[in-house]
């Protein structure tokens, strides 16, 4: 079965950290750009970090800069995205997904994306 699935979001105190997981199965997932994304109640979804198919360019929204590390296992099919610094503001549905080009210079969608993983940043 061809799909991507995220996993590790919860609910957490501001300041604190998750690490998101998408793993693939059915496909080999180094062979894509992979990106996340989320999208919070009544916002359009937003880029917020991606990763190129080698993992060596890697790109970060503006308001997460310096807070959340995009990275990949290719051993494991799956990308990660570590969050740390978590803000009231980060909370969203996630979505992990493969990208239209390879090198990570666009959000353009491509082939995969996951169901989504719920992020709640809350005291």
């Known amino acids: 079965q061809v799909q991507l699935v995220e996993s590790g979001g919860g609910l957490v105190q501001p300041g604190e950290s998750l690490r998101l997981s998408c793993a693939a199965s059915?496909?080999?997932?180094?062979?894509?750009?992979t990106g996340w994304f989320r999208q919070a109640p009544g916002k359009e979804r937003e880029g917020v970090s991606c990763?190129?198919?080698?993992?060596?360019?890697?790109h970060y929204a503006d308001s997460v800069k310096g807070r959340f590390t995009i990275s990949r296992d290719n051993a494991k099919n799956t990308v990660y995205l570590q969050m740390n610094s978590l803000k009231r503001e980060d909370t969203a549905v996630y979505y992990c997904?493969?990208?239209?080009?390879?090198?990570?210079?666009?959000?353009?969608?491509?082939?995969?994306r996951g169901q989504g993983t719920q992020v709640t940043v809350s005291s």
């Open positions: 997904g493969t990208l239209r080009y390879a090198d990570c210079s666009s959000y353009g969608p491509g082939r995969f």
């Open positions: 059915g496909f080999t997932l180094d062979y894509y750009a």
């Open positions: 990763i190129s198919s080698s993992g060596l360019v890697t």
